[in-house]
């Protein structure tokens, strides 16, 4: 059965704290991107991707990390430098990034108090 | 100017109507074109991609291309009250390869 996971699908954290979100999938897809997306606004391109070991920022990197050491895994943190951590957290990945359609995740929504 | 613009809403139609909801693009040399149905509180979900300019059918679904004047549309036949949802236009493969999307577009059918 093919698709995305991302886990867990709530999760609290206090302010300071560094947060880690993951992200699996099992498509065999070179590329990985992390979006993100507050309430009644559009996607915002926080990190991507294109093969293993490689990944660049996106619209909004500053207060997060990623890491690509496995193609299947793209786990995002979201450090306590990140002003306004509370949000929903989207990871998508393709085949490739040029034309090529992107499969979503069900999404992380992160609260931070 | 943003890569991908659209309508944001409310658009509202009644049951059994069609919708018609547009989007424009600002590169030229794009490519390839998507729209995607997000329920609320949901991860967006692909429902339609096309590449070629003219029409394209899919169950209820039509995804029409215009490259020369820069817009693509999805017309929802017969729109149910389970269409209620915002649809995402995408836009990929032009000269940065990057993967645009439009704020969205919020679409309320009406029993």
């Known amino acids: 059965d093919g698709g995305i996971t991302q886990s867990p699908k709530y999760l609290f954290r206090k302010e300071g704290q560094n947060v880690t979100l993951s992200c699996e999938q099992n498509l065999n897809h070179d590329a990985m991107y992390w979006y993100r997306q507050d309430p009644g606004q559009g996607l915002r391109l926080i990190y991507y991707s294109q093969i293993v070991n490689d990944f660049q920022k996106g619209d909004i990197a500053e207060g997060y990390s990623v890491s690509r050491e496995k193609k299947e895994s793209f786990p995002l943190t979201v450090t306590s430098a990140q002003k306004n951590p509370t949000a929903f957290y989207l990871c998508a990945s393709s085949l490739g990034t040029s034309g090529y359609e992107q499969y979503f995740g069900p999404g992380t929504r992160l609260t931070v108090t | 100017q943003k890569e991908v613009e659209q309508n944001s809403g409310p658009l509202s139609v009644p049951e059994g109507a069609i919708a018609s909801l547009n989007c424009t693009y600002s590169d030229r040399g794009s490519q390839s074109f998507f729209w995607y149905r997000q329920y609320s509180g949901k991860s967006p979900e692909l429902i339609m991609f096309?590449?070629?300019?003219g029409d394209k059918e899919d169950g209820r679904f039509t995804a029409q291309l215009n490259k020369a004047s820069q817009y693509v549309s999805l017309l929802i036949r017969d729109s149910q009250p389970s269409d209620s949802a915002t649809y995402l236009c995408?836009?990929?493969?032009?000269?940065?390869?990057?993967?645009?999307f439009g704020t969205g577009t919020s679409l309320t059918v009406i029993p």
């Open positions: 995408a836009v990929s493969g032009g000269s940065g390869n990057q993967f645009y």
């Open positions: 096309i590449y070629s300019n």
